[in-house]
């Protein structure tokens, strides 16, 4: 925001233009014109329908003073399914009422039954604490609902194993406590009669594998007290919603999809930031490749986190209340800072209307957010996705949305964040230097044309399954009944805990041998967190996850919290422990790594001739090795240090093509270019594999060779960050044509020379970027789609 052209306002003015003259204005701020489209999602009419006839009449009375005169249709189609003892999931849009349709059954069977119990299972600490003032503010007599997560105070928590009738908590917390502590609560478990699983299509890839294995440990659990509870899911609009949830739950599951829901219009703009000149210090450049071989600056668009500040001080100015939806924590810390100060700069003291929220702030942070955005006391909050699933953000005007976020069920979920009170709303998806953003705004079909995704979840995954399987041992012996429940490779993964010596076999099953339970993350992130301590005064800071920390927390990288800027002085990765100082360094730090593939197996593999296709199992091995500083004014690379960080290997799953040297000489990609054209072409179809999957560039990785040795052959790899495979391989190997056109185009249709962030430049590769070939990358795909089948 140029602060000399800020509007100026009051501290108390919330009242803020209509989304289309606040688009026109936030259009206008700048030289050029840099909406590319502009999408009408129009309003819609709901369509109510009577109270179901088992609803009781306090029940009823309870929701009308909330004001729900009478359900939606889909609420009541959903609720009555679950009532009548079907597993159910309701897949409809953002804001579309879906917590009544699980509430409506749960709340009535308490009622009438008081002995009955609810599990509640959401994905975020946030949105159980969203539903428990929603629960709560119903007054319902006997029902006594009530939090149990890690933040729960352990004096609470005898009371509510006794005396809740309607639990919340999350997935983490099922695992690590309540299954474990079944003897505990057995109590609640026998009277068990609805589980409800809401935000259900984010439990994906490993953490969903993870989730699914969770939940048929609760179903054995309560089948051993002699319950069946009832599960009913809630989920964003989604591809096949009743498979996911079958696969998800191992239950036969009924989709309510139908939303019948009013909602307010939305304007919806694609934005892509302008160019900046090579030698601008408005934003940081690419640096020059480390050969020397291209001296001069690359041209760059300008940072989309830059202009997602901007864009927020200037909604924020204008008393539009607005929430930034930013993918990283280290993001959201810096549209927050340069929001506030951009403010402060135009109406001293208005920066103060602006913070940021992250997974990683103490819960008493969390809250004091929460409620000051609910209350009108901030007007901006910069967030990562812990604020896109189901909180009730009521008297939102914007959302900006810095950087696609992966899904077409997460753009819309976070777009939905604004207008839920049925007002019409603004939604800004503001494009990173990135191919699969750039192709994005340039291709708006492929947004709003496109049916969302399926969720892509493997139960099956060995790496996944045993450990599960470890757990549930640990609960109870397993016995030959529990194998189906278990599903497709649990015979085989407990013989080999049996040869591991982890299970002991016995004429009444497999027991547990050890005394100490098996530690099992369950969202997959590389082990237990890091917490963060400021070295001075012992204060925690925050925590990173355990995947993350030799990127984020390694000596000398800078640390953000709230705005305020660290310098880490140790990591001690035994005691899962970094210690930072305060400091404001004229300096960001980037981390480096090296990487090495072998192919393990091969699944399955296409021969196209002088093109190959494979899918199969790889083992990687990954360090970091060292960081680089750079100039926050200029990008200018200050220095490279060295690093001593332990190495990790990684078994997991990869698609990967190969080619024949003739026929990339026959292309035109001459021998000395056959490694850029490579490793811009593996940069491309990394950026582009979740238009195709439920994923993003950060669940996958890759790697290109000129001559690997397993293959001995040109090829590419891509491969799923976790152990054992997630199922974004599988879906890009079975849609390779779609999923390489798509790569092709982004590469052809960009409009810079030699290669940009916007094509082909990656911003986690640890080679520098170098060496990179856009024009033979293009050759490379032609190659490619001109010889595998369609």
Known sequence: MESSAAPTVSAGQDAGPAPVDLLRRLRARGAGDPVTHVERVPARVGVPAPWPAWAPPELRAAFARRGVVAPWQHQAEAATLAYEGGHVIVATGTASGKSLAYQLPALATLLADPRATVLYLA????????????????????????????????????????????????????????????????????????????????????????????????????????????????????????????RLTGLPVTAVTEDASPRGGVTFALWEPPLLPPDSSASPPVPPQATGEHDELRQVRRSALRETADLLADTVAEGVRTLAFVRSRKGAEVVAANARRALDDAVPGLGDRVAAYRGGYLREERRELERALLHGDLLGLASTNALELGVDLVGLDAVLICGYPGTRASLWQQAGRAGRSGQEALAVLVARDDPLDTYLVHHPEAIFGAPVEATVLDPANPYVLAPQLACAAVEAPLTPADLALFGDGAKEAIDQLVEAGALRQRPTGWYWRHRERPEVDLRGEGGAPVVVVESSTGRLLGTVDGGSSHFLLHPGAVYLHQGVSYVVDDLDLADGCALVHVEEPDWSTHARDVTDLSVVSVRSYVDAGPVGMFLGEVDVTSQVVSYQRRRIATGEVIDTRPLDLPTRELRTVAVWFTLSPRSLASAGVQQADVPGALHAAEHAAIGLLPLMATCDRWDIGGLSTALHPDTEAPTVFVYDGHPGGAGFAERAYGTASAWLRATRDAIAECGCETGCPSCVQSPKCGNGNNPLSKPDAIRVLDVVLGNLPA
Not at 149 to 161: C, F, H
Not at 172 to 183: E, F, K, R, S, V
Request: charged letters at 20%; a positive charge.
């Open 123 to 246: 994905p975020t600490k946030a949105l159980a604490a969203d539903q428990l003032r929603a629960v709560a503010d119903l007054t319902l007599e006997g029902v006594r609902p009530a939090c149990y997560d890690g933040d729960t105070p352990r004096a609470e928590r005898e009371w509510i194993r006794r005396h809740s009738r309607f639990v919340l908590t999350n997935p983490d917390m099922l695992h690590h406590g309540i299954l474990p502590g079944h003897a505990q609560w057995s109590g609640f478990l026998r009277r068990l009669a609805y589980v409800v699983i809401d935000e259900c299509h984010t439990y994906r890839g490993v953490f969903g594998s993870h989730v699914a294995h969770v939940l048929r440990r609760l179903r054995r659990q309560c089948a051993r007290f002699g319950a069946t509870p009832v599960f009913v899911l809630a989920s964003a609009t989604s591809g096949d919603p009743a498979t996911a949830a079958g």
